[in-house]
């Protein structure tokens, strides 16, 4: 019963801000990496951020670095995604998704992954 479940995602004006929560249910969630990704339709899904579980580093992906930070609540077994100054571009459905190996922007080294939440930037 290993399950994660995103939530927080909606319409946002650019400049916005929005938080994105990733739950899990069944499990530890500081046991593992924990990563975001994103989807827009016609890509690839992308690396966003992520956190590891040893000693709580974090990872950015070029494209979001210095707008969006990637936090843990160990006593809500929670993982946050806070975005400021949101563009255009960083509409997607956002996914969470927790591993074991690495703390990697690299999708496939994930196991467990939630069924994702849409964020949508326009004016």
């Known amino acids: 019963q290993l399950q994660l479940v995103e939530s927080g995602g909606g319409l946002v004006q650019p400049g916005g801000s929005l938080r994105l929560s990733c739950a899990a249910s069944g499990f530890t969630l500081d046991d593992y990496h924990i990563g975001w990704f994103r989807q827009a339709p016609g890509k690839e899904r992308e690396g966003v951020s992520c956190?590891?579980?040893?000693?709580?580093?974090?990872y950015y992906a070029d494209s979001v670095k210095g707008r969006f930070t990637i936090s843990r609540d160990n006593a809500k077994n929670a993982v946050y995604l806070q975005m400021n100054s949101l563009k255009p571009e960083d509409t997607a459905v956002y996914y969470c998704?927790?591993?074991?190996?690495?703390?990697?922007?690299?999708?496939?080294?994930?196991?467990?992954w939630g069924h994702g939440t849409q964020v949508t930037v326009s004016s």
């Open positions: 998704a927790a591993g074991t190996d690495i703390a990697t922007l690299v999708p496939y080294e994930y196991d467990y």
């Open positions: 956190i590891d579980s040893s000693d709580g580093s974090t």
